[in-house]
């Protein structure tokens, strides 16, 4: 699932990782009621700290395509897999 986020640039780390497992779910390689890699693994996967680890979480949540629970990890909802879709400007 990694690619390689752009450390130099406008675009900010947590904004790169949310669109990347944005794309995962989207594209059905995460299906409703998956659980995403824990937050030290995409830690890991991606050389990210923690804070933009859980920003990136935190913004798909707030959009209603995964619920997080304290000590279970991150779960895809239903709703995001029915086709519409949250944009942010």
């Known amino acids: 699932m990694s690619t390689m986020l752009r450390r130099k640039g406008p675009v900010p780390l947590y904004h790169q990782l949310e669109l990347q497992l944005r794309a995962a779910i ?5 299906q409703s009621g998956d659980q995403l ?9 991606y050389g990210v700290s923690r804070v933009t680890v859980r920003t990136a979480l ?11 629970h304290q000590g279970r990890g991150a779960f895809v909802t239903s709703q995001s897999t029915t086709g519409a879709k949250i944009v942010r400007n």
Do not use: M, N, V, Y
């Open 26 to 30: 989207e594209d059905g390689r995460f």
């Open 58 to 68: 935190k913004r798909l949540e707030d959009d209603g395509l995964i619920s997080t």
């Open 37 to 45: 890699p824990t937050e030290a693994s995409l830690q890991q996967e």
